[in-house]
């Protein structure tokens, strides 16, 4: 999606998004769940009214928020009573997934947090904000509910601050001005179209979510923008006008704490993606001048050390609470890399009577819908509603589009007579509720019988690492015979063999 396309179709204003009995509606009709979680740190000024304002309007009037929680990281100002006064649930840091230990940090608050919180939208919103208004969550969540191509909203406003006795109406936001924005521009041009890539009022789906590092501290957002763009493209990703924010202006004493721990994270992407070279480790202590109690100077240091969180779906804590098996996860990069699957032939499963390359489909379940006929009719599935429902509940799991236009429905089962594999080609795309907003153009469809389980999960992994190739998803795509798409996949499928043994040898 082109810059200027993307100004265009995913920047919003939050009064689009006014009408809550109409987004109530669209969550019901698309059962949705939404957890609203708010991170806290002595915030007992400002979060008794955010709790009591978003609560009464959202959640007890019209339940549009199905839970609201706060993760504090030890307050010590009466911030943990307040909450629980004001009727919602009061989670301590430290007492979620005890033993993955525990790093302070507002990064680390929202990675807990989608372990605690039940909904399929998460949202965050700071807690130090003064002017929280209920447009705040409607128009963050707005673009989530009416939009399934969109996985990731970011908030935007106009920050005014105070300085002494005055306040100007502009001029917030210091951080994101001198240090990220001109990074951005430099280095990942693509992010710096959003206005405020620091800004703490986000949402997005559980299933983008829980694909994502998390850096425990201050550079939690930088992080995640970058890492989403990186991943999962442009195009998922939106930013909603919320108008004004208003809250406490931090000292530049802290926003220099706070600029070095992003710094840390901006230069360790732009290196891990090769955008520059890193001749030294980063510094982790940062240095300032103080002037002691005899009006002396004397150097400070300071450990600033932002750590990454793996994504949370790798947690066996929450692959177990989710209950979410191996078959769900084995298409996921994350998964594939903390597991090693061998490398098996998937060319032998192909077969041109099950390979249609003009496929003609409305939407996802019709596409699967024709598969399970194709299957039924060649005598590899004995019932076809049967079939019909596995595929649909694998995909209310956890959808099989990984990207870049190819899905990967699967099914084991015991009626399914052998492996094998169904192709379903439709060039003008169908939508699959792929995390990257594209629509999917190759669906490969196994289906095994449970007694081949290992030999499933291995041709799911194999198949998923060779179509993560561009340039092989391009040959499929232009393939003109039944008989050429098998010669192409079996031709890429050595090459890959041949990349894979050459790195096990090199390595």
Request: hydrophobic content about 40%; some cysteine.
């Amino acid at each position: 999606m082109r810059p200027n396309q993307w100004i265009k179709l995913r920047t919003f204003s939050h009064g689009q998004f006014s009408d809550i009995h109409r987004l109530l509606k669209q969550k019901r009709q698309d059962k949705h769940t939404i957890s609203l979680c708010l991170p806290a740190l002595n915030e007992s000024f400002t979060i008794g009214r955010i709790i009591r304002r978003l609560k009464e309007a959202l959640h007890d009037r019209i339940p549009l928020i199905d839970e609201i929680m706060v993760i504090d990281s030890g307050s010590t100002d009466g911030t943990q009573e307040i909450c629980r006064k004001s009727g919602v649930r009061v989670y301590q840091d430290d007492e979620i997934l005890p033993e993955m230990g525990n790093l302070r940090g507002k990064g680390e608050n929202l990675w807990k947090s989608l372990y605690i919180a039940k909904g399929d939208i998460i949202l965050w919103l700071d807690t130090d904000i003064r002017n929280m208004e209920e447009h705040f969550v409607t128009g963050l969540i707005g673009p989530l509910l009416y939009n399934r191509d969109i996985s990731f909203v970011k908030g935007f406003y106009r920050r005014p601050i105070q300085i002494g006795n005055k306040i100007s109406a502009t001029g917030g936001g210091r951080v994101t001005e001198i240090l990220v924005k001109p990074f951005f521009n430099v280095l990942f041009p693509q992010l710096a179209l959003f206005h405020q890539p620091l800004s703490g009022e986000y949402a997005g789906r559980r299933d983008l979510l829980e694909r994502l590092p998390f850096f425990t501290g201050y550079g939690v957002e930088t992080g995640l923008l970058i890492d989403i763009e990186n991943r999962f493209g442009l195009s998922c990703m939106a930013q909603v006008d919320l108008k004004v924010r208003i809250h406490r202006n931090q000292d530049l004493n802290s926003l220099r704490k706070m600029s070095f721990g992003i710094l840390q994270v901006l230069l360790t992407r732009a290196e891990q993606q090769g955008k520059l070279v890193l001749m030294d480790s980063l510094r982790t202590q940062f240095l300032s001048i103080l002037k002691n109690e005899f009006n002396e100077y004397e150097l400070n240091l300071t450990d600033i050390h932002d750590i990454e969180r793996p994504p949370m779906i790798l947690s066996e804590s929450y692959q177990k609470k989710r209950q979410l098996a191996e078959e769900d996860l084995i298409l996921l990069d994350e998964v594939q890399k903390k597991r090693s699957y061998p490398f098996v032939s998937v060319s032998p499963l192909l077969d041109t009577k099950l390979i249609e390359l003009n496929g003609k489909a409305s939407g996802k379940k019709e596409a699967l819908g024709q598969i399970s006929a194709l299957l039924t009719d060649q005598k590899i599935v004995s019932d076809y509603t049967r079939l019909l429902y596995e595929f649909s509940k694998r995909e209310s799991t956890m959808s099989t589009a990984i990207g870049g236009g190819i899905a990967i429905p699967h099914v084991l089962s015991s009626i399914i007579q052998r492996l094998k594999i169904v192709v379903f080609r439709q060039k003008t795309g169908i939508a699959f509720n792929s995390l990257d907003g594209q629509p999917v153009n190759l669906i490969f469809a196994v289906v095994c019988p449970i007694t081949r389980r290992q030999h499933y999960l291995q041709i799911l992994a194999n198949l998923a690492m060779i179509l993560k190739d561009e340039k092989i998803r391009h040959r499929l795509l232009t393939a003109k015979t039944s008989e050429d798409f098998i010669g192409i996949f079996r031709k890429s499928e050595v090459l890959k063999r041949f990349e894979r043994e050459l790195r096990t040898v090199e390595s």
